[in-house]
């Protein structure tokens, strides 16, 4: 299905290289969405890098400066950061990394501010889950902006205005489009600085169709039992419930064209050990009564599986009950 799969062919101006070095320059990082995530990406950011210049953005008045508390896998308290209120006339710094940390169903708003201020000298670097993220911004970014996707795997969830509980070592998937890899270089260079495992993906839509096998499968079925992330390894009806969600996500995947063959079940579930202890986002979105990334997890999975004529029985009865709850 091309429409989740695909970048729009935009015709443009030569893309002019204002590639950042890898190990010399220290760019500002921007980081729009000031959630579990967002906190502890730019805690993680200024102890990886104590030089750089780093600010994030949130909905909240509160002060200049704040210190974000990590507790759990990494346990730290950060250097004072600068904290900014999102609004229409936010002021991007040149060069910079722009960091989209908010959640899925936030996108296209945040976008509508962004896409006028953006420039070539920026990075954007999209960090939410989902399926067809890098198409729905590219429908409104131009395509001389540099446009890195970062699929992280850990748990983060709020213990209070600037703690996050980690569970599970950062992990980050990378990819981007051709023009960019120098790019996608110099962000992978920053999250190593900052204790994160990396790797990379081929291309964008092969990584988002890799990390949301894991999100269908670990998010909807954790999530549904309301347990973390080892509930998989430890409950035989929902790791049985597991394989066979596995095996339907791999299906679709397929017919969409992307294979995934070293990835089996056996290998799944060991990865899995790595994040037991996680709590789901989409668990503690449930959990704080929040707005859920469902639609564009597994709703979006399932429009593409009806798109194919592929039979999911597992992933529809999941969402039906997600929903519900």
Known sequence: MEFFTTRRNRRGPPIEDVTPQTNSETRPQLIIGAGAIGLSLAALLAQGDHSSDINIVGRSNQTSKIRISLEGSKSFTSQ??????WNKTLKLPDCADIWLCMKAYDLD???EILT????????L??????LGIAMQASLAVKRTIPTVRALFSYGARRTSEHSVCLSGEPQALLATYPDFNQHLSSIEYSLQKSGF?????????TAEWQKAITN??????????????SVLLTDDVFQQQAKQLFLEAKTVAAAEGFLFPELTIE???IALENHRDNRNSTLID?????????PYILGRFLEIARTYDVKTPVAEKLARDLYSL
Do not use: C
């Not at 495992?197 to 839509?205: C, E, G």
């Not at 449930?286 to 469902?294: A, C, S």
């Open 80 to 85: 004072p950061i600068a904290y900014s209120v």
């Open 109 to 111: 708003t945040t976008l």
């Open 116 to 123: 006028d201020k953006l420039t070539y000298s920026h990075t």
């Open 125 to 130: 670097i999209l960090a939410m889950n989902g």
């Open 197 to 205: 495992q990396t790797s990379r993906a081929k291309d964008i839509a």
């Open 216 to 229: 269908i499968v670990v998010n909807g079925l954790a999530t549904l039992a309301r347990k973390n992330n």
């Open 267 to 269: 290998r799944f579930l």
């Open 286 to 294: 449930i959990e704080q009564k929040k707005q859920t990334e469902l």
